[in-house]
């Protein structure tokens, strides 16, 4: 059972290019989502989704999009990387958005130079 | 507006020894409130959950209280290891037309020393 698999674990893009985070877990749960982790700031919401087909967006979604094809696989894109999207992303899941933990990815580290 | 503080900020204690971390929120309507632990370079691992009837939760060495009325929570640490040196996020979930929303501390950086 690996949980939940985010790659890469490190990235470093320069300023305009595109990339994609990938994020796939394998314990069947409904409820996917990406954080972003900043110095001096709690973890903020990017995009979620309740199921295949369904997301929506965050407190910060600008400059993202995802999809959500399968159960197993929430991607996080970035359209046009900019310094300011430096930050370590955190992908996470859960059976449902409300009383179950979260499990999270081991993060993937940015820096956009 | 939402928000989740966390006190204190940094603390160093010797192994073996308790320490107890805070949490204020004032996060509404209440739905649950959470702690979860973050080792260097890792994500966050759930420690506990706990909804509003709830006071008191423990898992192992940790024991999470919650008092809804003043809106405050704490961790506490029993006979601290090594290995309890990490971040303690405090993560608080409220009710919106879109399901439960968190909002995250900044969490309290723990070290733990010989």
């Known amino acids: 059972n690996a949980g939940v698999t985010q790659t890469p674990k490190f990235q470093v893009l320069k300023t305009g290019q595109s990339m994609t985070l990938q994020c796939a877990q394998d314990?069947?749960?409904?409820?996917m989502s990406w954080y972003r982790q900043d110095p001096g700031m709690g973890l903020r919401l990017i995009h979620y989704?309740?199921?295949?087909?369904?997301?929506d967006q965050g407190e910060v979604p600008n400059g993202y999009n995802v999809s959500r094809s399968t159960t197993e696989d929430f991607p996080l894109r970035l359209l046009s990387a900019a310094p300011s999207q430096t930050s370590v992303y955190f992908c996470?899941?859960?059976?449902?958005?409300?009383?179950?933990?979260?499990?999270f990815g081991s993060g993937t580290r940015l820096t956009v130079v | 507006k939402n928000q989740v503080e966390q006190s204190p900020q940094s603390l160093i204690i010797l192994e073996g020894k308790n320490c107890t971390l805070q949490?204020?929120?004032?996060?509404?309507?209440?739905?649950?409130l959470r702690w979860y632990k973050q080792d260097t370079g890792r994500g966050p691992v759930s420690l506990t959950i706990?909804?509003?009837?709830?006071n008191t939760k423990s898992n192992g060495r940790y024991t999470a209280t919650l008092d809804a009325d003043t809106k405050q929570s704490s961790l506490h640490i029993t006979a601290s290891q090594l290995s309890d040196s990490a971040s303690y996020i405090c993560?608080?979930?409220?009710?919106?037309?879109?399901?439960?929303?968190?909002?995250f501390g900044t969490g309290t950086q723990l070290k733990v020393e010989l």
């Open positions: 996470a899941s859960s059976y449902s958005s409300t009383n179950y933990g979260y499990t």
């Open positions: 314990m069947n749960h409904e409820y």
């Open positions: 989704s309740v199921g295949a087909g369904i997301t």
């Open positions: 949490c204020n929120y004032t996060v509404s309507p209440f739905s649950n």
């Open positions: 706990m909804t509003f009837s709830e």
């Open positions: 993560v608080v979930s409220h009710l919106t037309g879109g399901g439960n929303k968190l909002t």
